[in-house]
C-alpha cells in the first residue's frame, strides 16, 4: 500500500493514545494482537478445546495471489476462522464484506491524421469512453452495487487519431446472486463503433463475505466475551474485502477483531492504544471458549 520510503513522511510515533505508522492500523496492529492472545494461549496450563492455525499473509493487499489457495485450504481444514484486520467505526468488527471483482478492458481503433484525414480513423478514445459510461450505469447505490473505472489511458499524440485505449475496472458486490449476473455482463460488453473491437478480462477476485447462520452465532458468541470484558462489541457490513472472504462462504468467519484507528492506507494512519489490550483479551477469550 505505501511505497518505499514512507516511513520518511509517516514515521512511527506516540502522541498519547494514538501510535502512529504505515500499516500500523492495517493490520500491523491486528498481527500484533494476535501474536499475543496466541502466545498467551501457548503458556497456559490448560490447552483450548480446538487446535489453533495462526497464518501470516503478506500479499492481502495486492489479492492474495501466492497465499489464497493455502488461507482457503486452511479455512476448509477449521471450524471457525478469525480474521484480524482492523475494527470499523469506533471498534465494530466485520460479519460481511462485499464481493471483489478486478476487470482490464482494452480498446482497438484505427489510427489516422488528426487534422488532415481523421476521417479514415476510429478511436479508440472516443469509443471507451462509451464502455466507460456503459460500466457506470451499473452503479446501484441502494443495492449495494458499485462499479469505478479507475485508470485510464490511451493514445500516442494529440494529433493522432487513437488507436488503442485502456482501463483498469473495480466492482464491489454484497451477493454472489450479484455477482452472477453482473461479471457476464461486464464481461461482455462491445464496442458500438464500427471498426473498433473491445475486449474484457478479468471476473471476480474475492467472493462476497456473507452473514451465514454460522457466522452470526460466533459473532453473538464474540459479543457476550465482550461484555465479559467490560466492551460493547457491535458488527457491520464492510464494502472492503480481505481474507475472509474466501474462508466465509465455507467456514464460520469473524473478521476487524484487530486494533482500532482511522486512516488506513493514508498520510495520517493511527492505531488507538487503548484498543490493543482489550481486543487481545477479546482474541484469547475466544481461543480458551470456542469449541
Do not use: W
Not at 511505497?3 to 491486528?30: C, H, Q, S, T, W
Not at 482492523?86 to 466485520?94: D, L, N, S, T, W
Not at 458468541?221 to 460493547?232: D, P, V
Amino acid at each position: 500500500v505505501h511505497p518505499m520510503g514512507f516511513i520518511e513522511r509517516l514515521p512511527f510515533k506516540v502522541e498519547g493514545n494514538r501510535a502512529f505508522g504505515p500499516g500500523i492500523y492495517d493490520m500491523k496492529g491486528g498481527a500484533y494482537l494476535a501474536y499475543h492472545a496466541f502466545r498467551q494461549v501457548c503458556a497456559d496450563d490448560v490447552r483450548p478445546p480446538l487446535g489453533v492455525t495462526q497464518l501470516y499473509v503478506s500479499d492481502e493487499e495486492i489479492g492474495s495471489p501466492t497465499s489464497r489457495a493455502l488461507i482457503e485450504a486452511e479455512g476448509r481444514k477449521a471450524k471457525y476462522v478469525l480474521v484480524t484486520e482492523p475494527a470499523r467505526e469506533g471498534g465494530k468488527i466485520v460479519t460481511g464484506r462485499k464481493g471483489v471483482a478486478r476487470f482490464e478492458v482494452f480498446v482497438k481503433g484505427t489510427p489516422a491524421h488528426a487534422g488532415a484525414r481523421p476521417e479514415d480513423g476510429c478511436s479508440a478514445i472516443r469509443e471507451l469512453g462509451n464502455v466507460i459510461q456503459t460500466l457506470e450505469a451499473m452503479n446501484d447505490f441502494k443495492r449495494g452495487v458499485t462499479v469505478n473505472v479507475g485508470v485510464v489511458r490511451g493514445g500516442s499524440k494529440s494529433n493522432v487519431i487513437a488507436e488503442e485505449a485502456y482501463a483498469e475496472v473495480d466492482m464491489r458486490v454484497p451477493t454472489m446472486a450479484d455477482a452472477d449476473e453482473l461479471v457476464p455482463k461486464i464481461l461482455g460488453v462491445t464496442s458500438r463503433t464500427h471498426g473498433v473491437t473491445v475486449k474484457v478480462i478479468g471476473g471476480l477476485n474475492r467472493p462476497p463475505y456473507e452473514k451465514r447462520n454460522a457466522g452470526a452465532a460466533l459473532y453473538e458468541h464474540a459479543r457476550s466475551l465482550a461484555a465479559e470484558l467490560g466492551f460493547k462489541l457491535l458488527d457491520v457490513f464492510s464494502g472492503g474485502g480481505s481474507d475472509g472472504n474466501f474462508t466465509a462462504p465455507h467456514t464460520a468467519t469473524l473478521d476487524g477483531l484487530g486494533v482500532d484507528g482511522k486512516g488506513a492506507h493514508t498520510h495520517y494512519e493511527q492505531l488507538y492504544i487503548s484498543s490493543i489490550e482489550p481486543r487481545a483479551r477479546l482474541l484469547y477469550r475466544l481461543y480458551q471458549t470456542l469449541q
